[in-house]
C-alpha cells in the first residue's frame, strides 16, 4: 500500500484531501449560517467552529502539503513519504473525526487528538532541518510551534467555556500562517517571477534587499504581538500601515505586472496584493475606524491566501507529476473564481450585504477547489508521467 503513488510525496494526499474537505466544510458551514442545521451540540459559536476547520483542517492540509514538497527541492532534506506520510494523513484525518464527533466523545481526549499532527511534523522536520546548509529552514520550526499552540489554546477556551481565548487561539494561528506565507511565499514569487522575466526577456526582478526583507518581517512580528496582546488601536493599526508600506514596497520590487500573461506567477502577486490590502484594511479600521475591523482577515484568508494555494497547488501538481506547467483552462476559471470569492466577502464584510451575498462568495471559494479536485484529483493518486528532455515549460 505504501508504494502507491499517492504515498510518493506529501502534496498528494493533502492537496488531495484538502480540496475534497474545502467543498464539505463550505456546505456544512453554510446550512448551519443559514440555519438549515445545527452543527454544535455543546454551544460552541459557529464562527469559532468554522474558523478552527478552515485554519485546523482545509489550510494545515494544504499547508502542510505546500512545505512538505518544498522542502526536499529547497532545503535538501528528506522527502516524507510511505509509512511517514500515511501516519501524518492518518493524524489529520483522526483530527477531523475528533473535531466533529467532539460532542459525542470526551472533551479532553478528543481535543488532545485533534492536536497532534503538528507536533508530528516537528518531529520529523526537526533533524533534517537542524542537518539543512541553509538554517533560515529553521525559522519553520517555530511557526509549527506556533501552529501548535494554538490550537492547544483554542481548545483549552472551549474547554473553560472561554471562547474569547478561543478567537485569539485562531487569530494567532493566522498570524503564524502570515508569517509562512511572508517568508514562503516571498522567495518563492520574485525566483518565479525573475524565471518567467528572463524567458521572456523583460529583464530580471530587483536583487534581494535584506534591510526591507527584515523590516518588512519584524513590522509583521510587531503587529502580530500588539493585536495579540491587545494593544490600543492606535497602536495596532500604526503597525498594520507600516506593514502595509513595507511589504507593499517589497511587493512592488517583484514587478508583477511584468508577468500579467504567465498565469502560474501572477497568481501569486495577486495574492500577495491581497494581502498588501489586507494590511491597509486594518490600518483603516483600527486607525480611523472606517471599515470593520474582520475585513482584513477576509482579505487574507480568502483573497490572498486562497490564491496563493491555488497558484502553488497547479505548480506542485504538474510538476512533481512531470507534466509541463501549462495552466489548464479549469484552473484559469478557479483563479477568476477565487478572486470574486475574496471581492465579495470583502463587500459583505464592509457593506453588511447580507446572507445572499454571503452564500454566493463561500459557493465560488468553495466552486475553485472543486475545479482543483476535477482537473487533478485522478492525477494526484496515479502514477507520474514520463518526463522528456523536450517537454516546455512555462515558469
Not at 243 to 253: D, P, T
Amino acid at each position: 500500500m505504501t508504494s502507491s503513488p499517492l504515498w510518493a510525496s506529501a502534496f498528494r494526499p493533502f492537496y488531495f484531501l484538502g480540496a475534497l474537505y474545502a467543498p464539505l466544510l463550505v456546505t456544512a458551514w453554510l446550512g448551519a449560517y443559514l440555519g438549515l442545521w445545527s452543527l454544535s451540540a455543546d454551544g460552541m459559536p459557529l464562527k469559532l467552529q468554522h474558523g478552527h476547520e478552515f485554519i485546523f483542517g482545509f489550510a494545515a492540509a494544504i499547508i502542510t502539503g505546500i512545505v512538505l514538497t518544498a522542502l526536499p527541492s529547497w532545503a535538501g532534506t528528506e522527502e516524507i513519504r510511505g509509512g511517514r506520510l500515511m501516519l501524518l494523513v492518518a493524524l489529520w484525518l483522526v483530527g477531523r473525526i475528533a473535531f466533529w464527533a467532539a460532542p459525542w466523545l470526551p472533551p479532553l481526549p478528543a481535543a488532545a487528538i485533534d492536536c497532534l499532527m503538528f507536533p508530528a511534523v516537528f518531529a520529523m522536520l526537526t533533524p533534517q532541518l537542524l542537518r539543512a546548509a541553509n538554517r533560515l529552514y529553521l525559522l519553520l520550526l517555530p511557526i509549527l510551534v506556533a501552529l501548535f499552540a494554538a490550537n492547544a489554546m483554542y481548545y483549552h477556551g472551549l474547554l473553560t467555556g472561554n471562547h474569547a481565548q478561543a478567537g485569539t487561539a485562531l487569530r494567532l494561528a493566522i498570524y503564524a500562517i502570515i508569517v509562512l506565507y511572508v517568508l514562503k511565499g516571498g522567495v518563492l514569487a520574485p525566483i518565479f517571477t525573475g524565471n518567467a522575466l528572463r524567458e521572456h526577456g523583460r529583464g530580471t526582478v530587483a536583487p534581494c534587499h535584506m534591510a526591507l526583507e527584515i523590516a518588512a518581517t519584524g513590522a509583521l512580528l510587531l503587529l502580530a504581538a500588539l493585536d495579540l496582546g491587545a494593544a490600543a488601536p492606535a497602536w495596532t493599526g500604526s503597525a498594520a500601515l507600516a506593514c502595509a508600506l513595507l511589504h507593499g514596497w517589497r511587493c512592488a520590487r517583484w514587478q508583477g505586472w511584468h508577468v500579467a500573461d504567465v498565469p502560474l506567477v501572477l497568481v501569486m502577486h495577486l495574492g500577495f496584493a491581497w494581502l498588501v490590502l489586507a494590511f491597509a484594511l486594518k490600518a483603516a479600521a483600527d486607525l480611523a475606524g472606517i471599515v470593520p475591523e474582520a475585513a482584513w482577515l477576509h482579505a487574507f484568508t480568502v483573497g490572498g491566501l486562497g490564491l496563493m494555494m491555488l497558484g502553488l497547488m497547479t505548480r506542485v501538481s504538474l510538476r512533481h507529476t512531470g507534466r509541463p506547467l501549462v495552466v489548464p483552462g479549469a484552473m484559469l476559471a478557479a483563479y477568476v473564481l477565487m478572486f470574486a470569492a475574496a471581492l465579495l466577502r470583502l463587500a459583505a464584510s464592509v457593506h453588511d450585504l447580507g446572507p445572499a451575498v454571503l452564500a454566493l462568495s463561500a459557493g465560488l471559494w468553495a466552486a475553485s477547489f472543486v475545479l482543483y479536485f476535477m482537473v487533478f484529483g485522478k492525477m494526484l493518486r496515479g502514477p507520474s508521467a514520463p518526463r522528456s528532455a523536450t517537454t516546455p515549460r512555462s515558469p
